[in-house]
Each structure stands twice: as structure tokens, then as C-alpha cells.
């Protein structure tokens, strides 16, 4: 069964701490696509980083990164010294699928409160 | 390129009355998803259409519709409102669809059923 799972329902951290958002998935697919996004207090999904099941490279931008690892199944988020703006309700999901039909599927969520 | 736009923002309906939002995707983009987002469910996927017909459904009951347009916009439906319909109508668009793309997400409606 498909299933995006976010153990971690709300993280508080004090600014300038690093923080780390889990995220582990189950497919049974062999092509799948792996998204976060950030929605803000404004309600507006923002997206972060999309990648692909055949690219376990690793990424950075900026404060953020991503570590994809396909042996246990995980796409962890990682913010290098997190700051207040960064408060928000971070998602991870999951595309797969075939034939033009494809499911994208959402985990429930971890609310990140940074602390000035 | 402006972005996804929902309307209207926020609702307020009374129970078994009907509603329906908009949501005008990014220009060129030919595929518009709908999501459900309430606090005890999380982010529900309602259905996809591209290019005016509906090429993915979730599982919710048929007072649930939509259509698409020639120009790609998108209305979602709900008749005999109950209070658990009460949620943020979340729209996304895409290209054209498909595993490989991001979906762009507009602000939302907030409907709350009394």
C-alpha cells in the first residue's frame, strides 16, 4: 500500500538551532517521486524540492537539505539554523503511478514552531 | 506568470445548502487537482481533470463533483452540505499532469458549514 508516514506531528526549536523533518514512505512502485512543501499560516502550499526514485544524490539550497535514502526508505528535511520565518507546517508527499494515472499522496504534517 | 487563483477565499454556508469554488490555474497549465485539508484527515486528494475530463477521482461520496473548462478552469461542487465539509478547498495545478511534475497550489477556500 502507498502511505507517506510523518512521525513527528510538532517540532519547537529555538532559533538558530538545526532541525530535522522525517519523512518515510512505502510504495511498491519502481519510478515514484518524492516532494516536500511548506505551508505557511497563509494556507498556501509552497513547494520545496521534488526528486526522483532513481536520484539518491543528496541536496542543498541554501539553509535546506535533503537526504534520500531508497535502502530504508526515507526523505528527511534538514533546516541549518532554522529562524522564525520558518515556522510553518511542512509536508511530504508522494507521486506514483502508471498509464496516466498516478496518485499523489500526502503525509499528515509536522508543525515546526521556531522560537526567537 | 501569476499563479493558481481560488475563489472565492473564504465561505460560509448552512447545512444542505450547495457551493462552488473556482480555481483559475497557472496560464498554460492544463491540469487542475483538488484537495480537501481538515485537520482530523490532512490533505485529501478529490479529483484531477485535464484537458475537460476527469482522469483521477479519490474516494469521496458523489456530492463531491467537477469540471473543467475549455480555458482549464476548474469548479468543484458540493451539494447537501454537511458540517464536515467544513475544510480548506486546496486547488493545484500542473502542466499537464503526471508523477514527473510539481503541483502549484493556490491559497485556498476556507468553507465552514453551519
Known amino acids: 500500500a502507498q502511505k507517506v508516514t510523518q512521525a513527528q506531528t510538532e517540532i519547537s526549536v529555538v532559533e538558530k538551532e538545526d532541525v530535522t523533518l522525517d519523512c518515510v514512505y512505502e510504495?511498491?512502485?519502481?519510478?515514484?517521486?518524492l516532494f516536500w512543501y511548506k505551508q505557511p499560516p497563509s494556507g498556501e502550499l509552497v513547494f520545496l524540492i521534488r526528486?526522483?526514485?532513481?536520484?539518491?544524490q543528496n541536496e542543498i539550497s541554501g539553509r535546506y537539505s535533503w537526504n534520500f535514502q531508497k535502502s530504508t526508505s526515507s526523505f528527511n528535511f534538514t533546516i541549518t539554523a532554522s529562524q522564525v520565518v520558518d515556522s510553518a507546517v511542512y509536508f511530504c508527499?508522494?507521486?506514483?503511478?502508471?498509464?496516466?494515472?498516478?496518485?499523489?499522496?500526502f503525509g499528515t504534517g509536522t508543525r515546526l514552531k521556531v522560537l526567537a | 506568470k501569476a499563479g493558481v487563483t481560488q475563489t472565492p477565499r473564504y465561505l460560509i454556508k448552512t447545512r444542505g445548502q450547495q457551493v462552488t469554488l473556482s480555481c483559475s490555474p497557472i496560464?498554460?497549465?492544463?491540469?487542475v487537482s483538488w484537495y480537501q485539508q481538515t485537520p482530523g484527515q490532512g490533505l485529501q486528494f478529490l479529483f484531477e481533470?485535464?484537458?475537460?475530463?476527469?482522469?483521477n477521482k479519490g474516494n469521496f461520496p458523489g456530492r463531491f463533483s467537477g469540471r473543467q473548462f475549455s480555458n482549464s478552469r476548474s469548479e468543484m461542487n458540493v451539494s447537501t452540505l454537511e458540517l464536515g465539509d467544513s475544510a480548506l478547498y486546496l486547488c493545484?495545478?500542473?502542466?499537464?499532469?503526471?508523477?514527473?511534475?510539481?503541483?502549484?497550489f493556490g491559497p485556498g477556500t476556507r468553507l465552514l458549514v453551519l
Open positions: 508527499a508522494l507521486s506514483e503511478g502508471t498509464s496516466g494515472t498516478y496518485k499523489y499522496i
Open positions: 510504495t511498491r512502485d519502481t519510478t515514484y517521486y
Open positions: 526528486r526522483n526514485s532513481f536520484d539518491e
Open positions: 496560464s498554460g497549465h492544463r491540469s
Open positions: 481533470y485535464f484537458s475537460e475530463t476527469q482522469r
Open positions: 493545484a495545478s500542473q502542466l499537464a499532469g503526471g508523477i514527473v511534475e510539481t503541483q502549484y
